[in-house]
């Protein structure tokens, strides 16, 4: 069965048809602020908001900074970039344990969020105003039992696979609900020899997106075995056994068929987006969250891309794994003024203004996770294919927000298996390994 924490999770995900648009809560409050000179001119305190450097996020976070300052001229923010996956991990473990992180970064809720020792490292956010009106699910992963200390940004998403609707209308093909119809779906594909079956994207700045196959598998997973997680975290379940070794054997065959494209070594994450609503490439194994891209750069095709959820075996067990959205964090050492100056901006982020700018400027991927934002009408066409799955119960949350446990090497794990470097047996022995080091970090019990 699962565990508690598992049913407070799953019940308001499956539960979502009435999540796609979030209904509108009380307005945040102001939060007072500290004009003392902070590195700027007179009466302006100046802060550093760190976040991704691909196209879209830095699209966002240039607007959410423009609409910010013009409603608080007396607060000065400078844009700051890294990479995601692993290097942007690394860099945000050591800037917090060097003492040199922005006022206010961008990252990951649940388990990666957790291995950040937030307790040590950042700034509790509990008693803000808007803390309240965050889902108990966004709150539980951005928080201890010492205190909440992240606030939403963006909407949640699911991990599935992104596929152009018109290459499916030209083929005369079927959206899969089994492994064995998608693989027979890419096979119609490359017989046909215009189209890339599946785009992979291993540019060494997004490693992070071959993890799809195996994370955006979870739910499957715990579709055929309930008990997985809880085991997992006790140091039971492993990934090298059934069901959960199954992501990492789909990954080979996909690679083994030849159905990625020649360049999938070297192809960026702005690549494969562009390949899948331009219908030069028909599947993309990825998180709705990207549509933000589509939306940036080829706003037309933004209803030409659908979205599945990576099929099971059987397809009885096919489920959307759901994502919480990503986060605003407070390090510690931002202080004073400029503390005041970094909790109103996250204030703002999530107020009816900050929540249009967010709209504005990027695609709904799923519900908001905070009831002061909600959602346009016209959604993208994938998120209604996502709506689908959350109205007929048939999601579930990703490990990441059931367990603490997220090894940090899955990326170049799952690059290594994509690319025949790796069997699906040693990519999933070279996780639990992986996976083994981190929860003993953690002290988990069992490990």
Known sequence: MLSARSRRLSRPLAAAAALVVVVSGCSVGSIGGDSNNSGGSAGTTEISFLYQNDAATQARGKALIEG????????????????????????????????????????????????????????????????KDMSPEMKAVVSTDKGTYG??????????????????????????????????????????????????????????????????????????????AENYTAGKAKYVDQPALQGFINQQQAHDDGFYNKDYASATFEAAMKAVADGTAAHYPMLTGALSTIVQNSPDEINDV?????????????????????????????????????????????????????????????????STCTLPTDVPQAVKDLDVYLKDGKSGPALEFISPIKGPNLSQITVEVGSGIKTAQQGAASYDADVKKQAQQLGLPGW
């Not at 919480?324 to 970094?342: H, Q, R, S, V, W």
């Open 306 to 370: 659908g979205f599945f959820a990576l099929p099971a075996q059987d397809a009885a067990d096919t489920r959307a794994t759901i994502w919480l959205p990503n986060a605003l964090y407070i390090p510690k050492t931002t202080e004073g003024a400029k503390l005041d100056a970094a909790k109103k901006f996250l204030a703002w982020v999530n107020s009816p203004a900050g929540c249009k700018v967010q709209n504005d400027t990027g695609a709904a991927a799923g519900p908001y996770a905070i």
């Open 68 to 131: 910010f300052e013009k409603e608080n001229p007396n607060i000065k923010i400078t844009s700051e970039t890294q990479p995601g996956g692993v290097d942007g991990d690394n860099l945000t473990k050591t800037k917090l344990s060097t003492g040199e992180m922005s006022d206010v970064f961008l990252y990951n809720p649940g388990s990666l969020f957790q291995a950040l020792n937030p307790d040590t490292n950042l700034q509790p956010v509990t008693d803000e105003a808007w803390v």
């Open 151 to 228: 606030a939403p940004i963006g909407t949640t998403s699911s991990g599935g696979v992104l596929y152009n609707r018109k290459v499916y209308e030209d083929l005369g093909l079927k959206v899969p609900t089994s492994w064995a119809e998608f693989r027979a779906n890419n096979e119609k594909i490359k017989t046909a020899g215009k189209v890339t079956p599946i785009f992979q994207s291993y540019s060494s700045q997004f490693t992070w997106t071959a993890q799809l196959f195996v994370l955006g598998d979870f739910a499957n997973v715990a579709a055929q075995d309930p008990s997985f």
